[in-house]
C-alpha cells in the first residue's frame, strides 16, 4: 500500500516550493531464518534465557544439520517528509534544492537469503520485535542542492576573447545525508543457542559517560563502548537493538565544466565538446560503518581492540577527469 500527498506554490514568477508527504506499508513480508531447531529460551522478566550452563542446550531434533523457516508474516512502514525548493532558469543561471527526512522500518529488509545489505542482521526468530527496526537501507535525511549555470556571454569584445570566453556552462550536485544503520554484535555464539550464528547482541547500558551511542569524528573509536555491556548471566541474550547505531554521515560535491564548439566541416548540427568533471572535489573522507568491527566482545566476554574501529570509506577521494566529445 502507497500513498502520498502534496503541496506546490509558486513564490515567484521563477521560484516554485514543493512539500510532500510519501508513505507506505506492506503486510505478509517474507523473511527467513536458518535455525528453527534451536531450543526455544525461557521468557524471564530480565530477558530471554537460554539452557544453563552456556552451550547446554541440544537441538529439537540432533538428527538434521539445520531447519530453516520461511514465513511471510513481517511487515514494513515507510514514512517521509519531502521539501523541493525550484528556481526556473532564468539569466542563464537555474537551481534546485531539495530535503527529504525519512524512517523505513522492518524486521527484516531482504527478499533473498543471504541478504545483499552489508549490515544486515538478525536475533531471534521466535519473537518479532526482537528483529523490529530501522531498514538495513534507512537513511534518515537526505539534502541534495544541484545548479547549472550559463555563463554570461560577452559581446562588445575582439572575436578572439569571444570565442575563449563565451558558450561555457557550469554545474554541480551537493550531497548530504546521514549514515547507513547498523547493530553492535557479540562475536560468537555466547548465549549458547547451539545455532548456526556466528553473533549475539550486548547489553544497552545508560550513564553520563553514555549521552551519545557513537563518536563522531573518530574513526578508531566510532562507537561508544560506554554504552553496552556483555550480558549477566552469559545465557542471556542482549537487548540492543537491531539497526540501533547510525553509521557517519555524509557530505560530497561534484562538479563539472563544459564548453561546445560548432564544427560546420562535419555538419551543420556538429558539435565539439570539452568536459571538465570533478567528483568529491573538497576531497572529503567518507566513512562506511565499522563493519565487520562491530563486534564489541568475542563470546567469553572479552573487550575487543577492533571494536568499533573503521577500516573503509564510502566515496573516493577527488577524482578529475578531462573529456572530449564529438557529435555530428
Not at 72 to 85: E, F, M, P, T, V
Not at 96 to 101: D, I, R, V
Not at 227 to 237: E, G, I, Q, R
Not at 262 to 267: D, G, Q
Request: proline share 7%; net charge positive.
Amino acid at each position: 500500500m502507497q500513498w502520498n500527498a502534496s503541496v506546490q506554490r509558486s513564490l515567484t514568477s521563477h521560484l516554485a516550493l514543493l512539500i510532500a508527504y510519501a508513505g507506505s506499508r506492506g503486510v505478509h513480508m517474507f523473511s527467513v531464518f536458518n535455525d528453527a531447531d534451536i531450543v526455544v529460551p525461557a521468557h524471564t522478566p530480565q530477558g530471554y534465557l537460554f539452557p544453563s550452563p552456556v552451550g547446554s542446550g541440544t537441538r529439537l531434533n540432533p538428527n538434521v544439520g539445520a531447519i530453516r523457516q520461511l514465513t511471510w508474516g513481517d511487515s514494513a512502514n515507510y514514512n517521509s517528509l519531502q521539501i523541493r525548493l525550484q528556481q526556473k532558469l532564468g539569466r542563464g543561471l537555474q537551481t534546485q534544492g531539495s530535503f527529504t527526512w525519512q524512517k523505513s522500518i522492518d524486521g527484516y529488509s531482504s527478499s533473498v537469503f543471504p541478504t545483499q545489505f552489508q549490515n544486515s542482521t538478525s536475533t531471534l526468530f521466535i519473537d518479532r520485535h526482537l528483529n523490529r527496526g530501522p531498514s538495513d537501507f534507512n537513511i534518515g535525511r537526505v539534502a541534495v542542492i544541484n545548479g547549472l549555470w550559463e555563463l554570461p556571454k560577452l559581446t562588445h569584445t575582439s572575436r578572439f576573447l569571444k570565442l575563449l570566453a563565451n558558450g561555457w556552462e557550469m554545474s554541480g550536485i551537493f550531497t548530504v545525508s546521514d549514515g547507513l544503520p547498523f547493530t553492535p554484535l557479540i562475536s560468537g555464539d555466547a548465549a549458547g543457542e547451539n545455532s548456526s550464528g556466528t553473533y549475539d547482541v550486548p547489553n544497552r547500558t545508560v550513564g553520563p559517560a553514555c549521552a551519545h551511542l557513537t563518536n563522531p569524528g573518530n574513526p578508531s573509536q566510532y562507537i561508544n563502548l560506554a554504552c553496552y555491556s556483555f550480558p549477566v548471566p552469559a545465557n542471556l541474550l542482549g537487548n540492543a537493538g537491531r539497526n540501533s547505531l547510525i553509521g557517519p554521515g555524509l557530505a560530497e560535491l561534484n562538479y563539472s565544466v563544459h564548453r561546445s564548439f560548432p564544427v560546420r566541416v562535419f555538419s551543420e548540427t556538429a558539435r565539439f565538446q570539452f568536459r571538465a568533471e570533478m567528483f568529491n572535489l573538497t576531497n572529503r573522507t567518507n566513512f562506511e560503518p565499522p563493519l565487520p568491527n562491530n563486534s564489541l566482545y568475542n563470546n567469553k566476554g572479552a573487550p575487543l581492540a577492533t571494536a568499533g574501529v573503521i577500516t573503509s570509506t564510502a566515496t573516493t577521494s577527488r577524482q578529475i577527469q578531462l573529456a572530449l566529445r564529438l557529435s555530428w
